[in-house]
C-alpha cells in the first residue's frame, strides 16, 4: 500500500511539472512573439492582468464623433474593438471598420507593413488600434462615426475569431435575408447577439425591466424574492416541473403567486418581483417559454380590484412612454431590420366622444356599443368586459362559424381576431378585459357580485396577444377552502397559504407579466424566441 502511494505522488508530481513546464512554454512563446514582431502590428500578448490599466488612456468608439467636431482630435487615442470588415486597396492601403457596442469607425492601415497585416486578419477578431483621429472630407456612410476615421499608427491582435464564421453578420443583420435560420442563430447566440436590432432588443429588454421596477418604487412598492423550489404547483395545475429535494417532492415555481399574496399578509401591503418563472406546457408555439421572466406585482384594495388597474395602467404607460421618448435610437435599430407600425396604447379624444366611450372618473357610463370605457381622459387606456368581446367577435364571425360560448375561454386564433376588430374600431394595440367567466380562472380568484359565473379578474393584451392574468383574490379562508375544493385542488397542499389569511387578511389583487413577450409585441417581432437571450422551450434547453 505505501509503495503504491508513493508511486501514485511521483506520478502526480511528475504530470504537474509537466504542466507546468508547458504553460511556461507557451507563455514565454507568446512573450518572444510579442518582443520580436513589428513595433506597429502583431499579435498582442495575453492580457493577464499584470498591471494596473491606465483607463485614461483609452477612448470609446462613440466618443469619437463628438471629439472631432468639438475640434480635439491632435492627440493620438486608443481604442479597441471587432474587425467588423476588411477591405484591403493596395499593397499599403488596407481599410478596417472596427465596432464596439453598436458604435463602428473606419480605421485607415497605410504602409506595406500595416496594410499586409490588416488584410491577414479575420472579420470578429478583436484589435487594439493606437493612432489619430482625422476628419473626413465626406459623409462615410458605412459606419455610425461619419465625420471622421482613424489612421494607424500601430494595431494589434487580441483575440482572433475563426476563419469561418457559422454566419455574416451582414446576413443575420438583413431585413430580407432569411438564409440565418433560427435555429442557427440560437445554436451560436453570442454572435447573433452582436447584430445592431439584437443588441438594441437586448437594452430595451433591459429598460423594461427597469421601468416597471422604478415606477412600483415610486408608488411605494416593496421589491420581494420568493422561493423557486416550491412544495406544490403554485398555479393549481399539472405543467410543473417536478425536482428532486432530497427525499421529498417539489416543484419549480410556475409564479409567486402565493407568495405575493403572503407577503401582503405580512403588511408589507405593496410588493412586486422580478424573476424566472417555469412553465412545463409542451407548447411549440411562436409566445410560450418554459422559463421566462415574470414581472409580478401586488397590491392591497380597499374597495374594488379597479384600483389594481389603475396602477397597471399607469405603469404600462410610464414603459410605453420612456421607451418611446429616451429611448427612440434603440427603437430605431430594431425597426431598421425589423420594419413594424408604431405601438399605440391610449385611445384618442375623437375616439372617445364620436364611439361614447365611458369614463370613470366622470360618471360617465358607456354608450358604446361594445361598453367601452376608459379611466379618465388623461390616461385613456382601453377596458372592456368579457361578455362584450364575445359580442363583438360573434358580430364579426364568418358565414357558417359558430358561436362563442360567452363562459369558455378564448383561444389563440379568437385572441388574434378580437385585436384585429379592436385596432379597426378603437385604433389601439393595448387593451384590459374583465369579469372573465370564474370557471376558467384560478381557485383563488375572488367571484363577482354581478354573478355567481363570473369573477373579478382581468387579462391585458398587447397586439392582440394576451401578456398578463390577474384578479382580486380571495382573502377569506373559508371562501378560499370552499374554491380549492369545488376545483378538486388537494387543500392538504396549501395549508401554509391558507394559514396566512387566518390571522386578518387584507383584501387584495394582483397580475403578472411576461418580460419577453411585452418586448415582442411591443417591438412587433415574430417569436418570443428573439426576445429571450438564450431560450428554454419543449425542444430547447442548450446552449
Not at 465625420?147 to 455574416?168: D, H, R
Not at 359580442?391 to 388574434?416: H, I, Q, V, W, Y
Amino acid at each position: 500500500v505505501c509503495l503504491t502511494t508513493l508511486s501514485f505522488l511521483v506520478n502526480s508530481i511528475t504530470i504537474m511539472f509537466r504542466i507546468s513546464g508547458r504553460c511556461r512554454k507557451v507563455l514565454s512563446s507568446r512573450a518572444v512573439q510579442r518582443r520580436s514582431q513589428s513595433s506597429v502590428c502583431g499579435t498582442l500578448e495575453m492580457p493577464q492582468s499584470k498591471s494596473v490599466p491606465k483607463l485614461a488612456d483609452w477612448s470609446e468608439i462613440s466618443e469619437l464623433q463628438k471629439l472631432v467636431s468639438e475640434g480635439d482630435s491632435t492627440n493620438q487615442i486608443k481604442v479597441r474593438g471587432r474587425i467588423h470588415n476588411i477591405r484591403k486597396v493596395s499593397k499599403k492601403l488596407c481599410f478596417l471598420t472596427l465596432r464596439r457596442s453598436g458604435h463602428t469607425v473606419q480605421v485607415v492601415l497605410v504602409g506595406e507593413e500595416l496594410a499586409t497585416w490588416g488584410g491577414q486578419q479575420h472579420s470578429e477578431s478583436i484589435i487594439d488600434v493606437t493612432g489619430t483621429i482625422k476628419p473626413s472630407p465626406s459623409e462615410i456612410t458605412g459606419c455610425t462615426v461619419s465625420n471622421c476615421e482613424l489612421k494607424a499608427t500601430s494595431a494589434y491582435l487580441v483575440s482572433a475569431a475563426s476563419e469561418i464564421l457559422p454566419f455574416q453578420l451582414d446576413d443575420a443583420s438583413s431585413s430580407t435575408d432569411v438564409s440565418v435560420l433560427q435555429d442557427t442563430r440560437l445554436d451560436n447566440r453570442w454572435l447573433d447577439m452582436r447584430t445592431p436590432a439584437n443588441s438594441a432588443i437586448w437594452k430595451l429588454q433591459s429598460r423594461v425591466g427597469q421601468y416597471f421596477r422604478e415606477y412600483l418604487l415610486s408608488r411605494d412598492f416593496t421589491e420581494i424574492h420568493t422561493p423557486k423550489i416550491i412544495p406544490t404547483a403554485s398555479e393549481g395545475g399539472s405543467a410543473v416541473f417536478p425536482v428532486s429535494y432530497h427525499d421529498n417532492k417539489a416543484f419549480l415555481a410556475q409564479s409567486p403567486q402565493l407568495y405575493k399574496q403572503m407577503s401582503i399578509q405580512g403588511d408589507l401591503m405593496r410588493v412586486f418581483e422580478v424573476g424566472p418563472v417555469f412553465r412545463a406546457e409542451n407548447a411549440n408555439t411562436h409566445r410560450h417559454l418554459c422559463e421566462f421572466v415574470g414581472l409580478d406585482m401586488e397590491m392591497e384594495i380597499k374597495e374594488h380590484y379597479y384600483e389594481i388597474l389603475d396602477v397597471g395602467e399607469a405603469l404600462f404607460d410610464h414603459i410605453f412612454t420612456n421607451l418611446t421618448t429616451v429611448d427612440e435610437k434603440l427603437l430605431a435599430a430594431v425597426k431598421k431590420q425589423h420594419p413594424k407600425s408604431d405601438f399605440i396604447w391610449k385611445i384618442s379624444d375623437e375616439m372617445i366622444d364620436d364611439l361614447k366611450v365611458g369614463i370613470i372618473d366622470e360618471s360617465k357610463q358607456s354608450e358604446d356599443k361594445y361598453g367601452a370605457f376608459v379611466a379618465s381622459r388623461s390616461l385613456p387606456m382601453l377596458r372592456l368586459s368579457f361578455s362584450k368581446i364575445i359580442s363583438l367577435l360573434n358580430d364579426n364571425m364568418a358565414s357558417g362559424e359558430e358561436a362563442l360560448d360567452p363562459l369558455s375561454d378564448l383561444s389563440t386564433t379568437d385572441e388574434k381576431k378580437l385585436g384585429v376588430l379592436i385596432k379597426e374600431r378603437y385604433n389601439t394595440d393595448f387593451y384590459i378585459v374583465d369579469k372573465f367567466p370564474l370557471g376558467i380562472r384560478p381557485f383563488y380568484t375572488m367571484p363577482s357580485v354581478e354573478s355567481p359565473v363570473l369573477a373579478n379578474s382581468y387579462d391585458i393584451f398587447m397586439r392582440g396577444e394576451e401578456i398578463s392574468s390577474g384578479a382580486q383574490r380571495i382573502h377569506d379562508p373559508t371562501l378560499l377552502l370552499e374554491r380549492a375544493t369545488v376545483l378538486g385542488i388537494d387543500t392538504s397542499l396549501l395549508k401554509d397559504y391558507i394559514s396566512s389569511f387566518q390571522q386578518g387578511a387584507w383584501p387584495h389583487g394582483g397580475f403578472g407579466v411576461g418580460l419577453e413577450r411585452v418586448v415582442m409585441l411591443f417591438l412587433g417581432l415574430g417569436n418570443i424566441r428573439s426576445c429571450s437571450m438564450f431560450p428554454r422551450d419543449p425542444k430547447r434547453r442548450t446552449p
